[in-house]
């Protein structure tokens, strides 16, 4: 079987509505973009940065990274790693989308969704983190964390901002120690093939319902594979989500 090659994108951009400038925002005395880049070169050879702003690139440029210049017009992180991929050469099977804002992404979880695509027919990949059910059942309900629905292969049949299913006469809050519930991690993998077939495609109703990408490749016929994580990483959409990450950073050089 041919050996499948991987590039990682990491789409970067500048103009944050909630935090602007945060892949350049300094944790633990490195740029957030750099720690993001280092945890990907440390399982994936090729890596590129995707942005549209000559600070990130310079920044990249300074730690020794790779940086590719995008247009600023693009309406998702998707669009962006096709144009980065696509000036980059374009000659890898994978492309490994990765968010900029996600210093504490682990090797584990790029490995899972690496693992993916030893199954021929994976056409998109993403990452799912079962919900604890200890945790408060608002966490769950929470829109900005989408819900996932999965079938028996392992594939995603439906992504919402709702907590799907919905449990019939069950009290909400009993319904994660009824059923296992799943929440979406950001980090997709596509075929290069694919990735230029579905940023091609016009955004769909179901996708203009939710405000969720992925819902356009499903209602297109695409497959979206799904791979398990338990790790709990911090993304940061804020000052605060920053201050969070500086806490983890800290306690975790403590236990070293």
Known sequence: ?????????IPARYAST?????PLAMLGGQPVIQRVYNQVRSVIENVIVATDDDRIAHAVEAFGGKCVMTSPNHKSGTDR???????????EDVVINIQGDEPFVQPSQLETIMKCFDDESTDIATLVKPF???RPYAELANPNSPKVVVDNKWN?????????????NIEPTDWPLRHQYYTHLGMYAYRARVLQAITALPQSPLELAESLEQLRWIENGYRIKVGVSDIETIGIDTPQDLARAEEHLRKACKQK
């Open 156 to 168: 995603a049949l439906y992504f919402s901002r709702s907590v799907v299913p919905y449990l019939r």
């Open 81 to 91: 790693c096709m144009e980065a991929y696509t000036r980059n050469g374009g000659n």
């Open 18 to 22: 909630r935090f602007p400038g945060k």
């Open 1 to 9: 079987m041919q050996h499948t090659t991987f590039i990682g994108i």
């Open 132 to 134: 604890d059910p200890r």
